[in-house]
C-alpha cells in the first residue's frame, strides 16, 4: 500500500512510493521548497514539520542545525526525509522558495529565488591521523557531485583559505556555482554577503544592479553612456570600425566597454559599501553585437550578410577572463542571442515577462536603435531587426537629444501653442524620443503636417519655444524609424497569417518607458491601434530578464531553450518589404 | 484638340502627381498622333522629372513620391522608347547600366530607386538585385556590352567592397572599358574620388546626373 502524504496547510493528499525523499514528492507536487544547497542536507533552509507520520533520529548534521537554530519538536529536513508511512506535513513559509516581482509596476511576474551563485558555511574538522582526506577533499566532499574549478589560480587561492592554521576546527564558506563548482572557500561565515550583478549592456546607455542573492532585493543602481560611442552612435559603425582589425580597434572597443562598466560597478561598491570581492557574478544582457565587443570575438560575421553571430549561447565564463571588477573567481553570465542581431537583450527580455508561457497570440518590441519585434503565435516564435535608427534616441534630430534631464519628453499643443515637459524638470535643451512622437502626432492632427510628412509652414520649421524646433529633414527621420517598426510588425504578422485583431497582447520594451503616449504612438502608426488594456508597457525589459537569469538558474536553462527555438526573419529580403515600407512612410493610424 | 505646350504640361504634370494611368494614355496618344517625340521626352516627361528632382530637394517630395513619379515615367518610357527606335532606326538610349546591391549587402531601396529613375531617364538599366558578387557585376557588365556600372552599398563595411570592386577591373585589365557610379547612405563624394570612381551621386536624382553628365564627357565628337 503507498503511503498517502498529506500536506498543511491546505490539505492536500499525495500518493507517495515508500522510501521517496519528502523534497522530491513536494517538488513533484508543485510545492516549491527552498532547496538552496541542491538536497545536500548542509544549508538547513528546508526544515518542515512533522505533524503525524515516523520521526527518525536526526543525522548528525541535522542536529547541529536543529540546536544552532533552537528548533520547536519535530522538524526535519525534507531533503534528508524518507516517507515510509501515512505521514501530515506542515510547510513552515520560512522554508519555501521565496519569489520576487520582476517589475515594480505593470506587469505581474516573480521568480523564485535560485541564484546560480550559494553560499554555504559549514564546519571544517581537523583530518584524521591514520588517513588524513587532502584538503580540497575536505572541503569538496561536503557537495555530493561538487566539481573543484579549473583555474590554478582559483586552486591555489582555495587551498590557501581552507587551510586549518593550528590544525583545529574551523567554520569556512563555500561558494558554489549552479550546484556544481566549488568557485572558492572564504575563511569564516559570510554567507550574509552575497551579491550579483545585473546588467543591461545597450549600445547607447549601459545599466548595472547590484542585487542581494539571499533576498533578491536590487542594492543599488548605477546608469551611464557606454564608452564606445565615440567609435560610432549605432553598432554598424562600431562593427564596421573593429571590421578586420581585432587587434587594434576590436581590442580597443572591448576596453571603452569594459572600462566603462567597471566605473559604474566601482561607483555602485563605493556608494553600496559593498566589496567587489563579495560579487561572484555578473549576468549581461546586451544585443548580440555588443556581447560580440565585451568578450572581444571577432564581428567581421556581423557586418555582411547573411549577418551570423559568432556565439549563441555560451557557458558562465570566468570574470577574471573579462576584465570586470568583481570577484576574480567569478562568473560571467551571457543571456543567449537568439540569431544575428536579435541578441541577449531579446532574451533576457523575453525571459522577465515571461512570454513562452503566456498563452495566445503577442507580440513584444524593444525599441531602441535596434527595433527588435518578437511575435509568439501560440507556441511558435519569430523574430527580426527592424533597425529602426538612433532618431528614436534622438540622434539624427536637429535638436534631439537622448532621454536626460533637460529633454523635452512630452509635449501638448494648447490653443495653438505648444506646452512641454522636460526631464528632471530642468531647462529644456533638446527633444528626447517620446517627444518627438508627441510632436509630430499632434502636427498632424492639427493640419501642421500632411500626412505624407510635408510641413505645411513656408518657414518648414515646427517651433515648439526655446529654441526648439523640428525641421523637415527632422519629420524625414522619424517617418524613416516609424516605417521600419510598423514594416516589421505587418510583414511578422503577415507571414504568420495574423491581423492585429488576432493578438491577445502588445509588449513594448526600451528607452521609452513610460513616457511613451500612446494615442501619438498610433496616430503617426509606430503601434498599431489596439485595444489600450491589450498594451503593456514594460521598461527596460532587458535589465529586469538580467536580474531574473542572475536570481534563478532553471530560468537560464528555459530561456537558452527558447533562444533557439526562436525563428529569424530577414524583413529586407522580404519580397514585399519595399512595397510596404513606401507605404508606411505614411504617417496614419493602422491596424 | 488641346494645343502642343498644353500636352507637354499635361505629361509634366502626370510625372510630377505620380499618375502612372494618365502618364501612358498621353504617351500612347503622342506616339499614335505622330508627335515629336524628343521634344515630348525633353519638354513634357523629363520636365516633370525635374520638377520632381527640385521638390524632393526642398523637403516637399519624399521616397512615396519619388517612387511613384519614377513609375509614371517608366510607364510612359516603355511606349516611348520603342516608337522612337523604330522611327530613328537605331536603338535610343542615354546609355546601358548594371547596377546592384553589393557583396555582402541586401539593403535595395535606394537602389531601386535608382535603377527606376535611370529608366524613366532614358538609360537601359539591368538590374542584378542585392548581395551581387563582385565577379557577378563584371561579368554581366563584360556581356551586355555596358558603359556603366552602378554600386549601392548601404554599410561602411560593405562599402569596402566598392574599392575591391575597382580594384578587380584593373586586375581584368578592364577599368578602362565601363565607367563606375558607386552611391549609398555611408557613401560620399570623398571616397568616390579615393577609390577611384568615375561618378557619385548623393541620391536617385544626383545619380541620373552624374550618369548624363559621364555620357556627355565620354560622347565621340
Known sequence: MSPILKILPGGTAIEARRGETLADVLEAAGFHLSLYCGRRGLCGKCFVEIVRGPVPEPTGEERALLQRRELPQRRRLACGYRIEADTVVRLPSESMLPEMPVFTHGITRSIGLAPAVKKISYALSKPGLSSPPALLDLAKDRFHEARLPESVEALRRMAGEARLPDHQDR??????????????????????????????????????????????????????????????????????????????????????????????????????????????????????????????????????????????????????????????????????????????????????????????????????????????????????????????????????????????????????????????????????????????????????????????????????????????????????????????????????????????????????????????????????????????????????????????????????????????????????????FIEALNLEAWN | MNNPNEILALMAEAVVEGNRDKAASLAARAVADRLDLHLVIENGYAAGIQKVGELWEKGEYFLPELMASAEAMKAAMTLLRPALESSRGEPSSEGKAVIGTIEGDIHDIGKNLVSSMLSANGFDVIDLGADVKLGIFIDRAVEAKVDFICLSALLTTTMLNQRRLIAMLHDRGLRGRFKVLVGGAPVTRQWAADIGADGYGENAMAAVKAAKEIMARGAKP
Open chain 1, 171 to 580: 567554520e569556512v564558506t563555500a561558494v558554489i556555482h549552479s550546484n556544481r563548482v566549488l568557485l572558492a572557500v572564504e575563511k569564516g561565515d559570510t554567507t550574509g554577503r552575497n551579491y550579483g550583478l545585473a546588467i543591461d549592456l545597450g549600445t547607447t546607455t549601459v545599466v548595472v544592479e547590484i542585487v542581494d542573492l539571499n533576498s533578491g532585493a536590487v542594492i543599488g543602481t548605477e546608469a551611464g553612456i557606454n564608452g564606445q560611442t565615440r567609435f560610432g552612435a549605432d553598432v554598424i559603425s562600431r562593427i564596421a570600425a573593429a571590421y578586420g582589425d581585432p587587434e587594434r580597434t576590436g581590442a580597443a572597443l572591448r576596453t571603452a566597454v569594459v572600462d566603462g562598466l567597471n566605473q559604474l560597478i566601482d561607483a555602485l561598491c563605493q556608494r553600496t559599501g559593498i566589496r567587489p570581492d563579495s560579487v561572484y557574478e555578473a549576468v549581461i544582457a546586451g544585443n548580440t553585437a555588443m556581447n560580440h565587443l565585451f568578450l572581444g570575438l571577432p564581428v567581421d560575421t556581423l557586418a555582411v550578410a547573411p549577418y551570423y553571430a559568432a556565439f549563441s549561447i555560451l557557458p558562465p565564463v570566468p570574470a577574471e577572463d573579462t576584465g570586470l571588477r568583481v570577484n576574480p573567481r567569478g562568473r560571467v553570465y551571457i543571456a543567449p542571442n537568439i540569431k544575428s542581431y536579435v541578441g541577449g537583450d531579446i532574451s533576457a527580455g523575453l525571459t522577465a515577462i515571461d512570454l513562452e508561457r503566456r498563452p495566445g497570440n503577442f507580440v513584444f518590441i524593444d525599441l531602441g536603435t535596434n527595433g527588435e519585434i518578437v511575435l509568439k503565435k501560440g507556441a511558435k516564435m519569430v523574430a527580426a531587426s527592424t533597425a529602426a535608427g538612433p532618431a528614436f534616441e534622438g540622434m539624427t534630430i536637429s535638436r534631439g537629444m537622448l532621454a536626460l534631464p533637460g529633454a523635452v519628453f512630452r509635449a501638448n499643443l494648447k490653443d495653438g501653442s505648444w506646452v512641454v515637459r522636460t526631464i528632471a524638470d530642468a531647462p529644456a535643451r533638446g527633444i528626447c524620443g517620446t517627444g518627438l512622437i508627441d510632436i509630430v502626432a499632434l502636427s498632424l492632427k492639427h493640419g501642421r503636417i500632411t500626412p505624407r510628412g510635408r510641413i505645411l509652414d513656408p518657414d518648414k520649421k515646427i517651433g515648439i519655444g526655446d529654441g526648439l524646433f523640428l525641421v523637415q529633414k527632422d519629420i524625414r527621420e522619424i517617418q524613416l524609424a516609424a516605417a521600419a517598426v510598423k514594416t516589421g510588425i505587418r510583414m511578422l504578422l503577415a507571414g504568420r497569417r495574423l491581423t492585429v485583431a488576432d493578438l491577445d497582447g502588445i509588449f513594448v520594451a526600451g528607452a521609452f518607458g513610460n513616457y511613451l503616449n500612446i494615442r501619438n504612438a498610433t496616430a503617426i502608426g509606430l503601434l498599431p491601434r489596439i485595444d489600450r488594456a491589450k498594451m503593456f508597457f514594460v521598461g527596460n525589459a532587458s535589465l529586469a530578464g538580467a536580474r531574473a537569469l542572475l536570481l534563478n538558474l532553471p530560468e537560464r536553462v528555459r530561456c537558452e531553450r527558447l533562444a533557439g527555438k526562436i525563428g529569424h526573419v530577414s524583413l529586407a529580403m522580404g519580397e514585399d518589404f519595399q512595397k510596404e
